[in-house]
């Protein structure tokens, strides 16, 4: 089974410019999340997805951040203008559903974001 | 909102030494996770326990959950060099939403 696919691996930007990351999930799974991983502290969970539509999105700066998820499967996050605070690892997992629970994430590699 | 915290922040110990991390969290919840993390693997799945569970076991893992104390532990035993990670706990709401990592436990297992 193929794991969360991520892309780019590396991004470095310049404060105030966009940026846009990908994700792939695992086949047939309904769930899909980003995360903000800054060093040395867990990741926060920015948007959670079911199938295409958004479910949680209380901590994603939406001034500054969007997400989406067409046909419920691929996913891109947007950051625009990025400022330095920006910089970190940006996460996205899948998971499957349960009676409408989702249960143990799939995490993909991960995008390190440097903003200069 | 629910958050995971784990304790100690870091801690260092012998291989095949055991190492117990704890985690405590603020709300009701529906399930607690533990995730490793290092540089080579990313971020893994471990273990995941339901609020109507007391303990479970994988391999040399052993988690408990506390609901009454809103807090759980986790124990690796006879820990390999291997073990050195960032662990975190994560919990979700009742709906499993909102999820929350806790900022982790650093271990390092030296040979």
């Known amino acids: 089974e193929a794991g969360v696919a991520q892309s780019p691996r590396y991004k470095i930007i310049e404060k105030r410019q966009s940026v846009a990351f990908w994700c792939n999930p695992i086949?047939?799974?309904?769930?899909l999340y980003w995360y903000q991983q800054i060093l040395g502290q867990g990741p926060k969970l920015l948007i959670q997805?079911?199938?295409?539509?958004?479910?949680?999105d209380s901590q994603l700066p939406k001034d500054r951040f969007s997400a989406e998820r067409l046909k419920g499967v691929d996913s891109t996050l947007k950051i625009q203008p990025a400022k330095l605070e920006d910089s970190a690892v940006y996460l996205c997992?899948?998971?499957?559903?349960?009676?409408?629970?989702?249960?143990?994430?799939?995490f993909g590699p991960g995008t390190r974001l440097t903003v200069t | 909102s629910q958050q995971g915290e784990e304790d100690p922040q870091a801690l260092s110990i012998q291989e095949g030494e055991n190492a117990t991390m704890n985690c405590s969290y603020k709300t009701s919840i529906n399930n607690l996770q533990w995730y490793r993390q290092n540089s080579g693997r990313g971020l893994v799945h471990l273990i995941l326990i339901r609020s109507n569970e007391r303990e479970k076991h994988s391999g040399r893992l052993r988690v408990t959950l506390d609901t009454s104390k809103k807090s759980s532990s986790l124990l690796i035993t006879a820990s390999r060099a291997a073990d050195t990670a960032s662990y975190f706990c994560a919990t979700s709401d009742n709906y499993g939403q909102n999820f929350v990592f806790g900022p982790g436990t650093r271990l390092s297992v030296l040979p």
């Open positions: 086949s047939g799974h309904a769930t």
């Open positions: 997992a899948s998971s499957s559903i349960i009676y409408g629970v989702s249960y143990e994430q799939y």
């Open positions: 997805f079911q199938n295409n539509g958004v479910v949680d």
